[in-house]
């Protein structure tokens, strides 16, 4: 079992930043990768960004350049750095781990970019 919990979400002005934390508890160790979803009202939840035990990472077209994935392994905890955030952006982030066989989700942490 695998527990995930974010923090750093909240209200922000279109072009402000914020940074979003993941800290994981529990069986962490075979955790192959993490990643950050995000479900906007409406709309299906969507990958923004991953990133791999090895430290590979990838994002979604619309937050490339903005947006940056990182982990502190000796924290157990994941990042979201989020630059230059639009009204678009607004959604509730929700932290992701894969491991062999099943994927764990976080409870979400609301962002809201106001124009």
């Known amino acids: 079992q695998v527990q995930l919990v974010e923090s750093g979400g909240g209200l922000v002005q279109a072009g402000g930043s914020l940074r979003l934390s993941c800290a994981a508890s529990?069986?962490?160790?075979?955790?192959?990768?993490m990643g950050w979803y995000r479900q906007a009202p409406g709309k299906q939840r969507e990958l923004v960004a991953r990133?791999?035990?090895?430290?590979?990472?990838v994002y979604e077209d619309s937050v490339k350049g903005r947006f940056t994935i990182s982990r502190n392994n000796a924290k157990n905890t994941m990042y979201l750095q989020m630059n230059s955030l639009k009204p678009e952006d607004t959604a509730v982030y929700y932290c992701?781990?894969?491991?062999?066989?099943?994927?764990?989700w976080g409870k979400g942490t609301l962002v809201t970019v106001s124009s």
């Open positions: 529990g069986i962490i160790f075979s955790i192959n990768a």
């Open positions: 990133i791999t035990s090895g430290g590979d990472t």
């Open positions: 992701n781990a894969e491991l062999p066989g099943m994927h764990y």
